[in-house]
Structure formats: C-alpha cells, structure tokens
Nanobody
Framework: QVELTESGGTLVQAGGSLTLSCAAS????????????MGWFRQAPGEAREYVAA????????YYADAVKGRFTISRNNAENTLYLQMDNLKPEDTAVYYC??????????????????WGNGTLVTVSS
C-alpha cells in the first residue's frame, strides 16, 4: 500500500514563509521513492486543482508554475522518502489545499496532473492579508 502524507499546512500572514512536507510510506514508495517524479499541486476553494511545482527523480531538476516561480522551492530527500515545498513571500492567492503527487513515468505526466500514480490527501494553507 502506498501513502503520501502531507503536513505543514497552517494559517500564515501574507509575506510569511511556510514549508510543506510529503512523507511517502508503503513498501513500493519506500523502496523505490527515488524512481518517482514528484510534484505539488494546489486547489483553492471553488477552483480546479492546479500544478505548482515538480522535481526530477534525483532532485537535480526542478520545474515551477509561473505563479510561484521565484517564491517557492521544491526539494526532496530520497534517503528519507520525503518531498518538500518551501514557500516564501506568501500571498492570499496562495490559499489552497496543497497535494503532493508521485508518478513513475515522466515529468510531463506529473505537470499535467493526468494519470498520476499516487496522490496525497492534502494539507490546508491559509494566507491572511
């Protein structure tokens, strides 16, 4: 059984910072975490889920949506089976439930959000103005 568990979501003031974590568990993910392309998505109230960032299997290449480029940093620790999202200079429009995603095939699949192998259950980030 594979589980992706996000944590770190909370209420923060605009301009503040927050780090989200996504811990992978289950035999498949713990043995092969480094084989998965990972990503973060978010869904604001009443909106569709949208891509935020993605990271290659080894962590050496990262990708960002234009809305977060320069403010958010995605990283991973393959030894600890954990994905991170460092969020700086937060804005009220960053308010959303944040989800992590894992896919064995490609960065393109993760960025598209379609056909992704695994999703977490989400963690809520609220940014007050």
């Amino acid at each position: 059984q594979v589980e992706l568990t996000e944590s770190g979501g909370t209420l923060v003031q605009a301009g503040g910072s927050l780090t989200l974590s996504c811990a992978a568990s289950g035999r498949t993910m713990t043995e092969y975490f480094s084989s998965y392309v990972m990503g973060w998505f978010r869904q604001a109230p009443g909106e569709a889920r949208e891509y935020v960032a993605a990271i290659s299997r080894g962590g050496g290449v990262t990708y960002y949506a234009d809305a977060v480029k320069g403010r958010f940093t995605i990283s991973r620790n393959n030894a600890e089976n954990t994905l991170y999202l460092q969020m700086d200079n937060l804005k009220p429009e960053d308010t959303a439930v944040y989800y992590c995603a894992a896919d064995a095939s490609s960065v393109r699949t993760v960025i598209s959000g379609t056909g992704v192998d695994y999703w977490g259950n989400g963690t809520l980030v609220t940014v007050s103005s």
